[in-house]
């Protein structure tokens, strides 16, 4: 079992990296701020993720598939959809 959490898993992955070198790599790029790059990523496959299937959310939007919606990053990683719009 991983010590790193899967959906950090799945983001590093999204870069070509294991979540170690991905840690690094934004610690370098975001001094003082080496969350912010996973936290836009996962707000942003958040919403994908609700475009897809709305049912996995509450009210207040709310996730509650947890498990089906880290299945879902694996997913999209693995198709080459895991990229940051930016916009």
């Given amino acids: 079992m991983s010590a790193w959490n899967p ?6 992955a999204s870069h070509g990296r294991g979540p170690q070198e991905q840690l690094a790599a934004d610690a370098a790029e975001w001094p003082g701020s080496a969350e912010a790059p996973f936290s836009i990523w996962i707000s ?4 994908a993720f609700l475009a897809e299937r709305p049912a996995a959310f509450g ?4 996730l509650r598939e947890g498990r089906a ?3 879902f990053l ?3 990683v693995r198709e080459g959809r895991g990229g940051i719009s930016w916009s």
């Fill in 7 to 12: 959906n950090y898993v799945a983001y590093a």
């Fill in 44 to 47: 942003e496959q958040l919403r």
């Fill in 74 to 76: 694996h997913q999209i």
């Fill in 69 to 71: 919606f880290t299945a």
């Fill in 59 to 62: 009210l207040f939007g709310t």
